[in-house]
Nanobody, 125 residues
Framework: QVRLVQSGGGLVQPGGSLTLSCAASGFTLDRYAVGWFRQAPGKEREGVFCFSTNDRSTYYADSVKGRFTFSRDTEKNMMYLRMNNLPPADTAVYYC??????????????????WGQGTQVIVSS
């Protein structure tokens, strides 16, 4: 069974940092297109990071460039999103996602078929 299980998240003060984790089972994460998405109340789900299997390129949303860093541990079959210098605007439910192949689009939720359960990130003083 293909599955993603998330951990991490929570409440952090503005300017703080958090690391989100996502454990894959039933498939080899390193062979899949992967991404991190977020959805704030009343907004559509947006991609903050995507990795393409087509050319192994990466995409970071402009709003997180220089603050968010993707990494993965192939031995543990896990991926991470390190988030630094968080402002309140980063408050959202964050999701990891995976798909066997990339469609060629930049970073859209519709292109991913397997999702983590989501984890809440609240940036507030």
């Amino acid at each position: 069974q293909v599955r993603l299980v998330q951990s991490g998240g929570g409440l952090v003060q503005p300017g703080g940092s958090l690391t989100l984790s996502c454990a894959a089972s039933g498939f080899t994460l390193d062979r899949y297109a992967v991404g991190w998405f977020r959805q704030a109340p009343g907004k559509e789900r947006e991609g903050v990071f995507c990795f393409s299997t087509n050319d192994r390129s990466t995409y970071y949303a402009d709003s997180v460039k220089g603050r968010f860093t993707f990494s993965r541990d192939t031995e543990k079959n896990m991926m991470y999103l390190r988030m630094n210098n968080l402002p309140p605007a980063d408050t959202a439910v964050y999701y990891c996602a995976a798909h066997p192949y990339s469609t060629g689009s930049v970073c859209y939720a519709v292109d991913f078929g397997t999702w983590g359960q989501g984890t809440q990130v609240i940036v507030s003083s």
